[in-house]
């Protein structure tokens, strides 16, 4: 019961949903999620460690970037389970596809400047 908690809780947030759906297309930075939606950096990795702690996604360090990622679902079978459904749900949700359209032009190295 408390995992399946901690997944829904997870997805009770607009922002963190959203930060699923942008990383459905890509795997992404802190920075540029923040940049996406308007976050304060501190605000989006809050944001961004209540995703990895409900097991939703994960990250890999490359260098000085810490990418994340969506998770495979293999820990929980909620995740799984909702992952797999949430690729199909909000398809067509205006501010989806704002982000989506946003995308290809919010890159790292513009943002930081490294």
């Known amino acids: 019961m408390k995992e399946f908690i901690k997944v829904m809780k997870a997805l ?13 297309r890509r795997v992404m930075c802190v920075c ?15 944001h961004l460690k209540i995703l990895e702690e409900a097991g939703l996604i994960t990250y ?12 495979d679902g293999a820990k929980n079978p909620y995740t799984a ?9 909000l398809e067509d949700d205006p501010e989806v596809e704002s982000l989506w359209q946003k995308l290809p032009e919010i890159r790292r190295e513009n943002i930081c400047g490294k």
Not at 60 to 71: E, F, T
Not at 82 to 89: D, I, Q, S
Request: hydrophobic share 40%; proline share 0%; no cysteine.
């Open 12 to 24: 009770s947030d607009s922002n963190r949903v959203k930060m699923l759906k942008m990383l459905q």
């Open 81 to 89: 389970s909702l992952l797999g459904n949430l690729r199909h749900w």
């Open 60 to 71: 890999y360090k490359d260098g000085q970037w810490v990418n994340y990622h969506l998770a």
């Open 32 to 46: 540029e999620m923040k940049e996406a939606l308007g976050l304060a950096q501190s605000t989006a990795s809050k």
